[in-house]
T-cell receptor, first 115, second 116 residues
Framework: AQSVTQPDIHITVSEGASLELRCNYS??????LFWYVQSPGQGLQLLLK??????LVQGIKGFEAEFKRSQSSFNLRKPSVHWSDAAEYFC?????????????FGQGTTLQVKP | ETGVTQTPRHLVMGMTNKKSLKCEQH?????MYWYKQSAKKPLELMFV???????ENNSVPSRFSPECPNSSHLFLHLHTLQPEDSALYLC???????????????FGPGTRLLVL
C-alpha cells in the first residue's frame, strides 16, 4: 500500500545541536515531496519541497532535505537547532502524479528543544 | 488581513447543534481545501474546491457539508456531529492553476472543534 512514514513520533534535541527528522514513503515512482511545520496554535507552513532535479533542497528557516531514491526517503535536517524550532513537523507526499495524485501526510514528529 | 483566516478559532457544540466554520483567503488563489487533524492521526484531506467546483470528496460523512460561494471563501457546515468528530479543522488554499496537489498550500490556523 502507498504510505508515508515518520518513524519518530517525538524527538528531543539540545539547542545548538544538529537535527534530522526521518521520512520514508512507499511508492513505485518518485513522488512530489514536502515538509511542513506546525507551531502550537498555528496552521501548517511549508518548509521546502522536492519535485525533481538536485536532490538536496534548501528551505526556509535554515532547513534542508535530501531525497534518496534508493532509500525512498526524504529526511529533513538542520545543522543547529534554535529554541523557536520546537514544533510539529509533517512530511507529505503526492503519490500518483500531480493532477490525479493523492496527497498523503505522515503522522508527524514533535520536536522538543532543550535549553 | 493577509493569508488564510479561519473563524471561529474555537467551537464547542452539542450533537444536535448546527454550526458553520468559515475560511477566507486573501491570496488570490483559486483552490481551497478542508482538512481534519485529529490527535495521533495523520492529517486527513476532506474536500477540495477548484474555481468554486468541488473536485474531491474524500468519503466524508454527510454530516459535514462544504460550501464554496466564491474562490475566496469556503465554509464547512456541521450538523448532528459525533464526539469523534472533535478535532482541529484546517483550511488551506493554493494557486489552483495546475489543478494538482503539487502546488504549495497555505494553511489557516484552524478551528478547534469539541463535540459534546
Amino acid at each position: 500500500a502507498q504510505s508515508v512514514t515518520q518513524p519518530d513520533i517525538h524527538i528531543t534535541v539540545s539547542e545548538g545541536a544538529s537535527l534530522e527528522l526521518r521520512c520514508n514513503y512507499s511508492y513505485g515512482a518518485t513522488p512530489y515531496l514536502f515538509w511542513y511545520v506546525q507551531s502550537p496554535g498555528q496552521g501548517l507552513q511549508l518548509l521546502l519541497k522536492y519535485f525533481s532535479g538536485d536532490t538536496l533542497v534548501q528551505g526556509i528557516k535554515g532547513f534542508e532535505a535530501e531525497f534518496k531514491r534508493s532509500q525512498s526517503s526524504f529526511n529533513l535536517r538542520k545543522p543547529s537547532v534554535h529554541w523557536s524550532d520546537a514544533a510539529e513537523y509533517f512530511c507529505a507526499v503526492v503519490l500518483g502524479g500531480g493532477n490525479t495524485g493523492k496527497l498523503i501526510f505522515g503522522q508527524g514528529t514533535t520536536l522538543q528543544v532543550k535549553p | 488581513e493577509t493569508g488564510v483566516t479561519q473563524t471561529p478559532r474555537h467551537l464547542v457544540m452539542g450533537m444536535t447543534n448546527k454550526k458553520s466554520l468559515k475560511c477566507e483567503q486573501h491570496l488570490g488563489h483559486n483552490a481551497m481545501y478542508w482538512y481534519k487533524q485529529s490527535a495521533k492521526k495523520p492529517l486527513e484531506l476532506m474536500f477540495v474546491y477548484n474555481f468554486k467546483e468541488q473536485t474531491e470528496n474524500n468519503s466524508v460523512p454527510s454530516r459535514f457539508s462544504p460550501e464554496c460561494p466564491n474562490s475566496s471563501h469556503l465554509f464547512l457546515h456541521l450538523h448532528t456531529l459525533q464526539p469523534e468528530d472533535s478535532a482541529l479543522y484546517l483550511c488551506a488554499s493554493s494557486q489552483g492553476t495546475s489543478g494538482g496537489f503539487q502546488e504549495t498550500q497555505y494553511f489557516g490556523p484552524g478551528t478547534r472543534l469539541l463535540v459534546l
